[in-house]
């Protein structure tokens, strides 16, 4: 049985933790890239289906290239920022099926069930987006994640090679600077939004 985490943990994961449109000059090493990765993938996803794909733009060129697709203000923070990371989803996931769920044929609840595919798709990388937000605030980085970019000609860019793998969403990655957050939006209190049935 698992233990709560510490005040300070929940804090950093969530009651302090903000999202950042500029970070600190500061690098962010391939390692910790591979830390994020290797946390995000331990959160569930159906059937352990796994469709998230990560391109992680940290060179100069890949930035300009991800800045020219995206609108006017989120190019400025994809430019300044050390990383950004464009969470993608496999739309053939079910491909993997038999190596990563190999306790049933679950491949076969897809093929030739594109509606199914797509939804599982999207619900579980977006999922997978939120466990890397997740792990990179749990590693001590700061996340930006946003939309406002043209999802088509980011596949058209990014994916050219992986043609069943579509854009969801993107996100900036480093060390935050707090002059860069605005003050905390309003967050409900229980009753506002939940019931117990």
Sequence with gaps: ????????????????AR?????????????LLHAIWDLVKFGPTSANCLPARI???TSDAAKQKLAALAMPANAEKILKAPVTAIIGMDMEFYENLPELFPHADARSWFVGND??????????SS?????FILAARALGLDTGPM?????????????????????????????GDPATIFARSPRPDFERFNRIA
């Design 1 to 16: 049985m698992s233990e709560p985490l510490s005040d300070s943990a929940l804090d950093q994961l969530f009651r302090t």
């Design 19 to 31: 999202t950042y449109n500029g970070y600190h000059v500061k690098p962010v090493s391939e390692t």
């Design 55 to 57: 391109i992680w733009c």
């Design 115 to 124: 509606e199914l595919a797509k939804t599982t798709a999207f619900r579980n």
């Design 127 to 131: 999922l997978q987006g939120a466990y």
């Design 147 to 175: 939309s406002g970019f043209n999802n088509d000609a980011v596949d058209a860019a990014f994916f050219a090679d992986q043609p069943s793998v579509k854009s969801n969403f993107i996100s900036t990655l480093g060390y």
